[in-house]
Nanobody
Framework: VQLQASGGGLVQAGGSLRLSCADS????????MGWFRQAPGKEREFVSA????????NYANSVKGRFTISRDIAKNTVYLQMNSLKPEDTAVYYC????????????????????WGQGTLVTVSS
């Protein structure tokens, strides 16, 4: 698994961005995929996750209703559509993949994930 995140940038509050995370491997559909973020001086925090079969998703309360995670298995890519962005959404966003089992509600901490992308910076100005 080799994850490459992209799509970050500078946006005004209230704006939108779509992050992408492409996997160059052949087993993309075998992994639970997640997004995390890390703001300066803070710990990495969970944003969203999606199951292997795309049936179940989970979101942090702070982004629920504003962010949408999706996956295109044919393109080996997972997306994070971010709407109504706020300055507090400013962070480096990381995509991650997990080969572990269990309910999607358990995939909210970094140790649950085995592979990480390099991160893409999102800056939301007020």
């Amino acid at each position: 698994v080799q994850l490459q995140a992209s799509g970050g940038g500078l946006v005004q509050a209230g704006g939108s961005l779509r992050l992408s995370c492409a996997d160059s491997g052949r087993t993309f559909s075998s992994y639970v995929m997640g997004w995390f973020r890390q703001a300066p001086g803070k710990e990495r925090e969970f944003v969203s996750a999606i199951t292997r079969n795309n049936i179940s998703v989970n979101y942090a309360n702070s982004v629920k209703g504003r962010f949408t995670i999706s996956r295109d298995i044919a393109k080996n890519t997972v997306y994070l559509q971010m709407n109504s962005l706020k300055p507090e959404d400013t962070a480096v966003y990381y995509c991650a993949a997990s080969g572990r089992g269990g309910s999607i509600v358990f995939f909210t901490t970094p140790p649950r994930f085995d592979y990480w992308g390099q991160g893409t910076l999102v800056t939301v100005s007020s």
